[in-house]
């Protein structure tokens, strides 16, 4: 079945700085890729998504990188501000979403 | 703002009580899914819908599970004598026609705690 990972539970840097959070992926049959950005209390908010035949999609201040070869995705966050303080989930597949567990991104003043 | 709305957003029942949650999503979302999600894990798939029919349902969705969307239009997910177990953030997510090229949004869940 498929399982989706994720390298840190919790990510920690500067205001200002770039973020860059990490997913293992076991699945290749899915094709479908997405991010997405989960506040307190709130539900899952879409951020990006990318598709297989694709390396890499840009969006505002966030980039998504896809290896397929070693089955690892990847959410850049530019100029890391206190608003993306939140936790980011990656999540595989067209129909029902298989998800990580979660990173948890602290932004220090 | 996702145009999925959920009802009610927190839920405090005793154990062995009946609950429903509602889901609304806009008119131009034909798929509607429920997740559960317990804190510190990421969302689970429950089941799902394609207008008024319901697709697939996930091992986790017990017979005191049952989700209708009568009209193709909103969605309820019943949980029947409720266990502490059952405590967790529903989801609802809903997307268009066709998951080649439509993501699913999500609501802002609903927060079911079991005494």
């Known amino acids: 079945g498929e399982s989706v990972g994720l390298h840190l539970p919790t990510l920690s840097v500067q205001e200002g700085d770039n973020s860059i959070i990490n997913c293992a992926y076991s699945n290749s049959a899915s094709d479908y890729f997405i991010w997405y950005k989960q506040e307190s209390g709130k539900g899952p908010q879409f951020i990006i998504d990318?598709?297989?035949?694709?390396d890499k999609r840009q969006g505002q201040r966030v980039t998504v990188l896809l290896n397929k070869t070693v089955k690892h995705l990847s959410l850049q966050i530019a100029a890391t501000q206190p608003g993306d303080s939140a936790v980011y989930f990656c999540?595989?597949?067209?129909?029902?979403?298989?998800f990580g567990q979660g990173t948890r991104l602290t932004i220090n003043p | 703002d996702t145009g999925v709305s959920q009802d009610p957003r927190h839920k405090i029942t005793k154990r062995g009580q009946n609950v429903t949650f509602r889901c609304d999503p806009i008119s131009e979302h034909n798929r509607l899914y429920w997740y559960r999600q317990t804190l510190g894990q990421g969302p689970e798939f429950l089941t799902y819908?394609?207008?008024?029919?319901?697709?697939?349902k996930s091992r986790l969705l017990s017979d005191r599970f049952s989700a209708e969307r009568p009209k193709g239009s909103f969605s309820t997910l019943e949980i029947q004598r409720t266990e502490q177990g059952d405590s967790a953030m529903y989801l609802c997510?809903?997307?268009?026609?066709?998951?080649?090229?439509?993501?699913?949004?999500f609501g802002p869940g609903t927060r079911l705690t079991v005494l």
């Open positions: 999540a595989q597949g067209a129909q029902k979403l298989v």
């Open positions: 997510a809903a997307a268009g026609a066709n998951p080649s090229t439509d993501t699913q949004y």
């Open positions: 819908f394609q207008n008024e029919a319901q697709l697939e």
């Open positions: 990318i598709r297989s035949n694709m």
